[in-house]
Nanobody, 131 residues
Framework: QVQLVESGGGSVQTGGSLRLSCSPS????????TGWFRQAPGKEREGVAT????????YYADSVKGRFTISRESANDTLYLQMNDVQPEDTATYYC????????????????????????WGEGTLVTVSS
């Protein structure tokens, strides 16, 4: 089983930027779909962005479109989330996740993965946005 490790969380002021990273515990386990999710205190987990790795198509929650960018460095299989113009409502624990090797949901399936269904999850990194 692949373990995912997030980093880059912290405190940031409203309007600022932050970049999250996610690396696997071992390399060579290909995934067709990976993404970022978040859970704010007292709320359910929600999808933030997903990325279909064969062509790097990306999909976003409406709440972050135009502000957040998901990307991936294939050489080291590291996933990123660039967060710009952060707002207090972006305060949450952010998790990276991916489908297991061999499971190909296609682009539409990867977009729908914003609703969940990933196989492997990291333990999360906390982002706090202060006003």
């Amino acid at each position: 089983q692949v373990q995912l490790v997030e980093s880059g969380g912290g405190s940031v002021q409203t309007g600022g930027s932050l970049r999250l990273s996610c690396s696997p515990s071992r390399y060579g386990d290909h995934t067709y779909c990976t993404g970022w999710f978040r859970q704010a205190p007292g709320k359910e987990r929600e999808g933030v962005a997903t990325l279909y790795t064969p062509d790097e198509s990306s999909y976003y929650a409406d709440s972050v479109k135009g502000r957040f960018t998901i990307s991936r460095e294939s050489a080291n299989d590291t996933l990123y989330l660039q967060m710009n113009d952060v707002q207090p409502e972006d305060t949450a624990t952010y998790y990276c996740a991916r489908l297991r090797t061999g499971r190909n949901s296609g682009r539409l399936g990867c977009q729908r993965s914003l609703l969940g269904g990933m196989d492997y999850w990291g333990e999360g990194t906390l982002v706090t946005v202060s006003s």
